[in-house]
């Protein structure tokens, strides 16, 4: 199934490689969970029991928990038109009231869901360009979106809507709580022009991303009852991505598959703001778990990264794949040059099953051992 909302980074494009390597492993764990681009690509005829994400940003886990218990609450929210009013207070809502609510849930209750933050958050992430979506970075000097105007204007960032897949400029250039215009071209996440039961209020001029893409075969309320029963008996953890790789959270099973994919380490690579919880260390913790625990017979590990990330310090025996990346935002680094698409790597654990099917089809370089 494709996710419901762009992502940063996300791997969808080598989902059936990563796959080929686990197997049909009984355990599975996605420390960094984003959009779920990998789990949802599983292959349908897997019989693996148990399935565990997690991930440090709250509105992603809130989402994910909140999609698999209630999922036509979550798309009453999600159906909304997109405009730029809208997508100004419901950030700033967010922001402000949605981070707090989640902050006092999640830290009571391992299984406390929103399902308003949830279908707000995935309907503006679906219509936002760049990253800043949430993040709450800058001086906030508003108490709430009822505050006059020059208030709000001292405290937040406000770009023009994106009339075109890549273009998009910056207005009232003040630090704080980005504001953006919606995607007019396409559509992404639950906005996208081919869902079919999305409100037709939508300003899709193109395809749309993410829920608003064009192309979705069923309509919203029913794409979000499908991913909710995919969902079903996956296990969302909110917090530090090392909790759900303990010997003990991989215990159960003959096969463990695990799935990292780090926030990139080099900040000169790539735009640092593009997540709402980022580190530019994470990454250096990944691969020490990884060496340490790569000649677990039971482990079958994929690591994701830049080539001069890790490539370096990998051991014998971890093999690895070159591939190149989608040419989105995602991939540009500071300068803005679409470079960092021929770095993306894949380093594939000893106890990773056979992967010479890996090179085919156009998606990869070259590999190496």
Known sequence: MKAPFPWFGGKRKVAPIVWDALGDVYSYSEPFAGSLAVLLERPSE???????????????????????????????????????????SRHLWLVNHGRAAMRAGMAADPEW????????????????????WCTGKGPHTYESIGADTDELDAGVRSKIPHLSRNQGVHRAASA??????????????????????????????????GIHRATLASGLYDYMHELAARLRRVRVVCGDWSRVVTKAALSNGSTVGVFLDP??????????????????????????????????????????????????HMPDGWRMVAWKAHGGMSN??????????????LWFSPHCLGNESAVSGGLFDGGGA
């Open 46 to 88: 897997h019989t693996g029991y148990l399935e565990t994400v997690n991930d440090a940003d709250q509105y992603i886990a809130n989402f994910w928990r909140a999609l698999a218990a209630d999922p036509e609450q979550v798309a009453h929210y999600a159906d909304w038109p997109v405009n730029e009013a809208d997508l100004f």
């Open 113 to 132: 869901y929103d399902a308003k933050i949830a279908g707000w958050w995935v309907w503006g992430i679906s219509a936002w360009i760049g990253g800043g």
């Open 176 to 209: 704080g709580v980005s504001n953006r215009r919606p995607m007019l071209d396409s559509g992404h996440g639950v906005h996208r022009a081919t869902l079919a039961g999305v409100s037709k209020r939508i300003m899709c001029l193109n395809t749309g991303m």
């Open 263 to 312: 926030p990139y380490s080099d900040a000169a690579e790539r735009d640092p703001n593009v997540y709402s919880v980022d580190s530019l260390s994470v990454a250096h913790d990944v691969r020490e778990w990884c060496i340490a625990n790569g000649d677990n017979p039971r482990y079958r590990i994929v690591l994701a990264g830049y080539e001069d990330e890790h490539a370096a």
């Open 332 to 345: 540009h680094n500071k300068t803005r040059e679409n470079v960092n698409r021929h770095k993306e790597r």
